[in-house]
């Protein structure tokens, strides 16, 4: 079975500073992919960022990273240089074999960005 | 080029009445994926469809069924409708060729309310 959990249920940051979402996860399988999504009031659900199980670097992608440490079964997101527009709840999820590849998700974590 | 396009955006029913949610999936994918997300809870699976075939199927009753049509479309429909059904339904679409590492794209969601 697969789990993630998002043990934060409310961040908050200053405006241009960075902060860390925390996401654990738990799976027998050897191959999956860990995926960061951001969801806004208005309700669709942004995907963000991606890390594969084999990936040996840390995905970047604008002012998201993902800090993957496979051994903690962590893969945090890092949000550099906050801005206003980045208030929102965000979801960490997995894709593995074992789930025939159906994203599980975390019950989120809300960030509010303060000016 | 579209992305996940959901109707109705809102629904209001009452309690013992039927409700079809329909989608269309992002341009070159063929799997659609159905979830339900309850107020401050992460989205959860309910189904998804993959040549005009349920393949996987969540944790929920009968009284949730859908179709997948030949242009990738699909519906959700849920009988017999529950106070405990309010909820916004989420449909994620995706290519089953590379459901492990690439994500899936979400509609922006139906919001159902039962009175």
């Known amino acids: 079975a697969q789990k993630i959990t998002q043990t934060q249920p409310g961040m908050f940051v200053q405006e241009k500073e960075a902060v860390t979402l925390d996401c654990t996860y738990d799976?027998?399988?050897?191959?999956?992919?860990l995926f960061w999504y951001k969801q806004p009031s208005s309700g669709e659900m942004i995907f963000l960022i991606y890390?594969?199980?084999?990936?040996?670097q840390n995905a970047t992608e604008g002012r998201y990273s993902l800090n993957f440490q496979k051994a903690r079964k962590s893969a945090n997101l890092v949000i550099s240089a906050s801005q206003l527009g980045d208030s929102a709840m965000y979801f960490c999820?997995?894709?593995?074999?074992?789930?025939?590849?159906?994203?599980?998700f975390g019950r989120g974590t809300s960030l509010i960005v303060h000016p | 080029d579209a992305g996940v396009t959901q109707s109705p955006t809102h629904l209001i029913k009452t309690r013992g009445q039927q409700v079809t949610l329909r989608c269309s999936p992002k341009s070159g994918h063929d799997t659609v994926s159905w979830y339900q997300q309850a107020l401050g809870q992460g989205p959860q699976f309910i189904f998804q469809y993959y040549e005009e075939e349920e393949r996987q199927r969540g944790n929920f009753p009968d009284r949730f069924s859908g179709h997948q049509f030949p242009n990738y479309s699909s519906e959700l429909n849920v009988n017999a409708l529950l106070l405990g059904d309010s909820a916004l339904y989420l449909c994620?679409?995706?290519?089953?060729?590379?459901?492990?590492?690439?994500?899936?794209?979400f509609g922006d969601g139906t919001r159902l309310s039962i009175l």
């Open positions: 799976t027998s399988d050897q191959s999956y992919g």
């Open positions: 994620a679409s995706s290519s089953q060729r590379d459901r492990l590492n690439q994500p899936q794209h």
């Open positions: 890390q594969g199980s084999y990936d040996e």
């Open positions: 999820a997995m894709s593995a074999s074992g789930g025939s590849y159906i994203p599980t």
